[in-house]
């Protein structure tokens, strides 16, 4: 296809800085920070913070706090209803919405600058994909949505949805001309409308060769999905035509493709690799990610969809991008944003060109955003380096669970828990993720200890409500990647719980009483009976 052959030469040039950079980490970082403190200390939030446009790596290290969220909010907060200035000197394009650990929702301003910065990690990024995959020139992509919660559409633009907006202008239209669903699904009206016109078009296109989700647990939603709604797929690509469905998909084109409803109309809905090869037969690639809590559920998706090479995700966030999978590595996207690295044990702090193999470290990242020295909540392990730059495993959320990208904490667990009103009688021993809640999907149940019988009816539906408030629960839930909350009440369930810990590894004297835990596999069928879900 031409519009692929035109995006790969796009990225071309975006490549070559960085493989011709690999040989020398140390030298990009410092340059990349002296262009950024340059556009931070002009803007009205420099001048507060007092940064200079001359600093140093070590003058920028010693003089800055660590920061998170909190400590930008108020910043942000008034920036964004328009009394206070950007925290940058670069256009601002828009806030995107993502989870804190201690509210529902913080707004990150997107910047120009910082949208040239995920720019850079792109290209390289799509230059390597066609690289070691040539299947991917000949037929369409699909990129995932950047998907938001029902209850946000409304008051969004519409570019927040469209993962294709990371890219700079030109590329975006070429990669846009290579796609298979059009960023325009993302105007239905709820979630269900905008997964039910992506697999329309999905299934209508033959020729499909990547399918790239972040979390696969949403892959696996989307092929669970195509066969409820088999039946109304396959009428609506028949007769190009939403029906029922129509007013909610705000005048989005419907496909039409006879061979996909024929062979939906042929299909039984369940389970079946067949099925799926002979829908999408140039089907090249899929990727997801692929470590942490995400593994089993990336292997899950891999058995469903044989026919397609497999390549993990590396580690994005809505603040910006970490690594990427690249020649075989995830290595550091030292030309996006200013990189360093925190030691979790003695909150030492490293530069880029020090780390060694080994090592595990927690990111922070100064971007175009305006957010510097920002601390990720993530786990990396140094696996190696690519030149002078190292190369990154992600280990896992630090003090959160995050099943399928929902992040949550045990702070925001407990707020949930306190809007929650729990009978007497009844004493909450803790909340626990738990990857297959009997459902097939992961889940969070809250263990009660005392008689079932005391458990009200609709205190699973009220602990899912509470949850909810959590941004990206709301959308996992909205999205059914995750089952709805659980409750299971019962006699000594300390002790049940206590002997969970053992079973998976604890020592006795170290076990503590958590309000948050994540219990890799099924939710134990003894307490499987006796749990109340919330519907």
């Not at 296809?1 to 950079?21: E, P, Q, S």
């Not at 029902?150 to 570019?159: P, Q």
């Not at 129509?246 to 067949?274: F, I, K, Q, Y």
Request: overall charge neutral.
């Amino acid at each position: 296809m031409l519009g692929h052959r035109l995006l790969n030469l796009a990225a071309a040039r975006g490549h070559r800085r960085f493989v011709n950079g690999l040989k020398d980490v140390e030298s990009a970082q410092r340059c990349q920070l002296a262009e950024l403190v340059q556009a931070v200390a002009v803007s009205e939030n420099g001048r507060r913070l007092g940064v200079g446009a001359d600093w140093s790596w070590e003058q920028f290290r010693d003089r800055l706090p660590v920061t998170g969220y909190e400590d930008w909010r108020a910043t942000v907060e008034r920036a964004r209803a328009g009394d206070g200035g950007p925290l940058i000197d670069s256009p601002l394009v828009r806030y995107q919405p993502t989870s804190g650990s201690t509210s529902a929702i913080k707004w990150i301003p997107y910047s120009k600058r910082f949208l040239a910065e995920l720019d850079a990690a792109i290209s390289p990024w799509i230059v390597d994909l066609y690289r070691q995959y040539p299947g991917l020139r000949r037929g369409g992509h699909y990129w995932s949505m950047s998907w938001v919660p029902t209850a946000l559409r409304d008051s969004m633009r519409e570019d927040v949805n469209d993962d294709l907006q990371l890219m700079s202008f030109g590329k975006r239209l070429l990669a846009g001309a290579t796609q298979s669903v059009p960023q325009s699904v993302s105007l239905a009206r709820s979630s269900d409308d905008s997964l039910f016109a992506t697999l329309a078009y999905l299934v209508a296109d033959r020729k499909l060769s990547l399918l790239s989700v972040w979390s696969p647990t949403f892959g696996l939603g989307l092929l669970d999905a195509l066969g409820v709604w088999r039946e109304e797929l396959a009428q609506v690509l028949t007769d190009g035509d939403w029906g029922r469905r129509t007013d909610a998909m705000a005048g989005v084109a419907c496909p039409r493709s006879r061979r996909a409803a024929r062979l939906l109309r042929d299909w039984n809905g369940e389970d079946d690799s067949a099925f799926f090869a002979t829908l999408w037969p140039r089907l090249a690639l899929v990727s997801a990610w692929d470590t942490s809590a995400s593994a089993p559920w990336a292997r899950r998706l891999q058995q469903r969809l044989p026919q397609a090479a497999f390549q993990g995700k590396g580690l994005w966030a809505t603040e910006g991008v970490v690594t990427f999978p690249f020649q075989g590595r995830n290595p550091l996207a030292y030309r996006s944003h200013v990189y360093e690295f925190q030691d979790p044990q003695d909150d030492r702090i490293y530069a880029p060109w020090e780390l060694r193999r080994g090592q595990r470290v927690v990111p922070l990242m100064s971007t175009g955003t305006g957010l510097l020295r920002y601390q990720l909540n993530d786990l990396v392990e140094v696996d190696g380096h690519l030149g002078t730059v190292p190369s990154l495993r992600f280990l896992g959320r630090r003090g959160s669970t995050d099943l399928v990208g929902e992040k949550l904490t045990g702070e925001s667990v407990s707020q949930a828990l306190d809007k929650v009103s729990v009978p007497a009688g009844l004493a909450p021993v803790g909340v626990v993720a738990v990857d297959d809640n009997h459902t097939g999907i992961p889940g969070y149940v809250l263990l009660l200890d005392g008689e079932p019988e005391h458990m009200p009816s609709a205190l699973a539906h009220h602990l899912d409500d509470a949850l909810q408030a959590n941004f990206h629960y709301q959308l996992a839930r909205n999205l059914k990647q995750l089952a709805p909350a659980g409750c299971v009440a019962l006699p000594g369930m300390r002790d049940i719980y206590l002997d969970q810990c053992r079973r998976r590894g604890m020592i006795e004297g170290n076990i503590k009483m958590e309000i948050l835990q994540h219990w890799r596999g099924r939710l134990p069928d003894a307490l499987c009976p006796v749990a109340e879900a919330a519907q």
